[in-house]
């Protein structure tokens, strides 16, 4: 089947159901997601929105902050267009229904609280649930809008792009490689459709998926970043991978986050006999960047041997705890740890990439009408580090951005017409009966990039992760074109394009930064890194 419109979005969580309310302002717009629309890393985001709200707070201080988290990568004109445009995202989610919280004391007010790495308090949030809220509201936007028709269960496979048309004779005359849409795998059906578009927005999210432990849920295997990989978009810093120092440790719940503003509330990091460690690592100590405290645990932990460390908000009033934060008491309590009373087990798991695929401050890549937005993007924004909650706010503001960007496109209407696009071609792809490769290989990726690509990585440990993605790498591309393609297929195939784009640009940065910690370079070195890794 093939299906036309202006604009195809891949992806429904906060970074393309915001652009696809302001495309479908002078559009028709196809999003497409591959399980259910709220299946988005944004639906578990609990600690909230970085803005500048509070009269005590400055732009200034905002992007002071920001840089300083971003550890002399991030690029300061960027920083300052989404510090200063964030405000107005807050003002347009209220105008789409999103409740925040407000103050007790003042109601007209929303209640901020404060993260690692903030010098105000400044993160906007509904309770813990913060993203479900934002996304509960995008979602009752886009399903009234006839503008916006969404397939579920839909999985886009690759890009079409120029040169794929090359390849086959199809189309010569074109000299900038041009994305024309995707191939679409139907999950229900196994169908592939043809989706043309006139501009393409990659919006598919982060790879937490590509470590053993995450905060991520199952959708983020790193899909648009090895889509837009393998039709020619450049890469950016994927060396920085943000692990969160607190995901709750219990082997029942294994993707659970403890949000920083636990913390941020005056939770204590302590280890198994009550010693408060973060005194031991840094002056701000439980309060210290994201980075400081997961490596101060994992220090912790390689010292003790305990398999985790505990956050305590015990000392604050019952009532304030179950108000706060009730998705946590909830959860942590139908596991029987009462939050009010006892601390919580907790241990560091990999959270957010930093890198992405590299867009300007219109969120475009290299390629022509493609796009990349979200957490799939490296925009410049959080450099070597991701200051806390200032991701959801760069999608709002970026998905601005890039839909001003790519209306001038929509706008010319002179006689526009789609290339021929062959259709896609299983050639003699057979049902596969050793599905056994695609689990043992995704179980294999994901333990080596734990052991080997982690919070601390030294040369020998890259090296090995590198030949042993190599030899992976090559298993999947034989089983890949013998094999009808499936979700499992897909997805391994592209975490495993993801691991190989981490370790490559581990391996590149000689030095000590941010979020890339190497035991042999353990020095930060201006004089010679201080620059983004391009692939
Ligand atoms: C537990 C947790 C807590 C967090 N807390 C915060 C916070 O408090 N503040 C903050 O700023 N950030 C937070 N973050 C980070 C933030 O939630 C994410 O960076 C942000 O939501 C990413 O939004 P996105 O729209 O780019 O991607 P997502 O929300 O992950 O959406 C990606 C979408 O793409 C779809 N998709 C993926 N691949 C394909 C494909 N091949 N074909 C079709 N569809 C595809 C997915 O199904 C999904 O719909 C948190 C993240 C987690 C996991």
């Known amino acids: 089947m093939e299906i036309k419109s202006d604009y195809l979005i891949i992806g429904s969580g906060i970074a393309g159901l915001s652009f696809a309310l302001k495309a479908a302002l002078i559009g028709r717009v196809a ?12 639906n578990y985001a609990q600690g909230g929105i970085a803005s500048v709200l509070d009269p005590n707070d400055s732009f200034d201080l905002h ?28 003002k347009e989610l209220i105008d789409l229904g999103v409740n925040f919280s407000h103050d007790n004391k003042q109601a007209d007010r929303l209640d901020l609280t404060q993260e690692g790495g903030h010098s105000r308090r400044r993160i906007a949030h509904a309770k813990d649930l913060t993203g479900q809220e934002v996304e509960r509201a995008l979602i009752y936007n886009v399903e009234k809008n006839r503008n916006i028709q969404i397939y ?20 010569t005359n074109e000299t900038d490689e041009t994305c024309w849409g995707a191939y679409v795998l139907d999950i229900i059906t196994g169908e592939v459709n043809t989706f043309l578009s006139r501009v393409t927005v990659l919006a598919t999210g982060g790879a937490g998926k590509v470590y053993l432990y995450t905060t991520n849920p199952d959708i983020a295997t790193g899909d648009g970043l090895a889509i837009g990989y393998r039709a020619g978009a450049k890469v950016a ?27 941020g509330e005056g939770g204590r990091l302590i280890d198994k006999k009550g010693d408060h460690f973060m005194e031991h690592y840094h002056p701000l100590k439980d309060l210290a960047l994201r980075d400081v405290v997961a490596r101060s645990i994992d220090t912790e932990l390689k010292k003790s041997g305990d398999e985790c460390v505990y956050l305590d908000i015990s000392h604050r009033p019952r009532d304030f705890i179950t108000n706060r934060f009730p998705n946590i008491y909830k959860t942590c309590l139908e596991l029987h740890i009462d939050i009010t009373k006892e601390p919580i087990p907790v241990v560091p798991a990999a959270h957010y990439m930093c890198g992405g695929l590299l867009t300007d401050a219109q969120g475009h890549t290299n390629i022509t009408n493609l796009y990349a937005i979200g ?10 580090n ?13 998905s601005r951005f890039a839909f001003e960007d790519s209306a001038k496109m929509i706008a010319v209407k002179d006689n526009y017409q789609f290339p021929d696009v062959p259709l896609w071609d299983t050639g003699s792809a057979t049902d596969s009966e050793e599905s056994v490769v695609v689990s043992h290989n995704w179980d294999e990726v994901r333990r080596m990039m734990w052991n080997y690509v982690g919070i601390v990585r030294t040369n020998k440990r890259l090296i090995r992760a590198m030949t042993r993605i190599k030899v992976i790498q090559q298993e999947i591309r034989d089983y890949y074109w013998d094999f009808i393609i499936t979700r ?48």
Request: proline share 2%; with cysteine; aromatic share 6%.
């Open 237 to 263: 810093n994927m060396e920085f991978v943000q692990f969160h120092p607190t995901c709750l440790h219990h082997p029942l719940e294994k993707n659970f986050l403890i949000s920083e503003s636990v913390r």
């Open 152 to 171: 579920e269960n839909h999985m886009a496979i690759d890009l079409i792009t120029t040169s794929k048309f090359i390849k086959r004779g199809i189309l």
């Open 63 to 90: 992007i002071k902050d920001t840089l300083e988290s971003g550890a002399g990568l991030s690029n300061e004109q960027v920083v300052r267009m989404v510090v200063t445009n964030a405000p107005d995202m807050i």
């Open 31 to 42: 999003i497409v997601t591959k399980k259910e629309t709220m299946d988005a890393s944004t």
């Open 488 to 535: 499992d297929l897909l997805e391994l195939r592209n975490l495993a394009t993801v691991a190989e784009l981490i370790i490559t640009s581990a391996a590149m940065r000689k030095e000590s930064r941010g979020l890339h910690y190497n035991l042999d370079y353990l020095k930060r070195d201006d004089e010679n890194w201080r620059h983004d890794t391009v692939i």
């Open 386 to 398: 991701r200051l806390a909650s200032n991701s959801l706010i760069e999608a709002l503001v970026f």
């Open 375 to 384: 957490e799939v993007a490296y925009t410049g924004l959080h450099g070597a």
